[in-house]
């Protein structure tokens, strides 16, 4: 137990460090990058006999790239994803929710924006969240390390010490894509003078083999192409992967894992067919490659590179989303199907029951056989013979008179 305790504590203090260190050494990457390919190789003149007007402008691109890069990683940080708790009405107050669990028969009245829900959980019913004690619209997951409901949730990046989710989606995927284009402009600038510093070697190698002294290059030029490279090909895998699921209006969790929508019949122990789901009759929030680009990164084909938001009339409050038509229509139809399919299970089970009850009295052994019904009819004879009381004969309404 107190091994437990311990793993616990060391993996909290390391979560805590890393949460710290790794957004101080993104920074100092950047940082770092810039004053090695401006400072070191671009603008230093005697790396280059020819062409130093290109090179100068070359560095102050890439030193303009690095500072956008800079302000796109603070603004994910600082906007942050955003969270159904911010919003009115989605938060359910503490007394409310207790009273809620301990008396039988009152639930909990969600927002009117959860009237137009189409994601349901497990059992069918509208997504609660019982850590932040709130409801979840769609999209929205709750993110352990953030210790949050997020908006629209893609995931959790630890370089950032955030989640990513609804309101700083569109700055972490131009962060992806300028610090990709950071990494070609250094990998260009060392790469270069690497080749150049080749081609010296080679031209100065005389016949014995032997190489005359060359300029050394610089440590930090060639640790900069070395991570110039393995950054290119990591970030910017991701980047081209980010920019794929904008197009299809995915984030990561709904591309990974999938999406139950609503029905006609919520309760899954109710159910005679698996409930539609993104996998089965695909994602009703994709509306277009070209809607999909623009509802994240704006409307505006100027505002696709700067890091501007687009208003909240354009884009909404990350509660409600527009949703395909043609997808929303096949969830329809599962739920039409699944009504019709349970009314008729019930219609066959009561009539299989009906059956079964008259089965169980006509088996019944003789002895088990309920009496012979009797009635009873006045004596013709004897009213007329003039007896005060008339006889009754009991007559069997099996046997014949």
Sequence with gaps: MQCRKCCFACEKWCFIGAKAFLPLVVNFLIIWACWVHAWLVCWE?????????????YGVAGVAIGIMCNVLYLKVCKVGPGSPTDIDNFSVPLVEYQNACSAEGQHLTPPREMANSVCAKENGGLRFCTKCIGWKPDRSHHCSNYKRCVLKFDHYCPWFATAIGFHNHKYFVLFLWYVTILCFFCLGSTGFVFYNHILEIGAMRGPDGNTDYVGAISVNVMILMVLALVFAIAVGTFATFSLYLVFNNQSTVEFLESTQYRSAVPTAAYRYTFAPTSKTVGN???????????LVMGDKWWMWLLPIQPSEAARGNGTQFPLNKQVLQKIREAAAKEVQIRDQNQAYIKQQRQQQQKRTQYDLPQHLQPPPQEHYEYDDEAQDSGDDIPLINMVNKNNTK
Excluded at 45 to 57: A, C, G, I, N
Excluded at 287 to 292: E, I
């Design 45 to 57: 003149p005697q790396l280059f006999e020819s062409d130093t007007t290109f090179w100068r402008v």
């Design 284 to 294: 009703v929030f994709d509306v277009g490659w070209k809607r999909n680009f623009q």
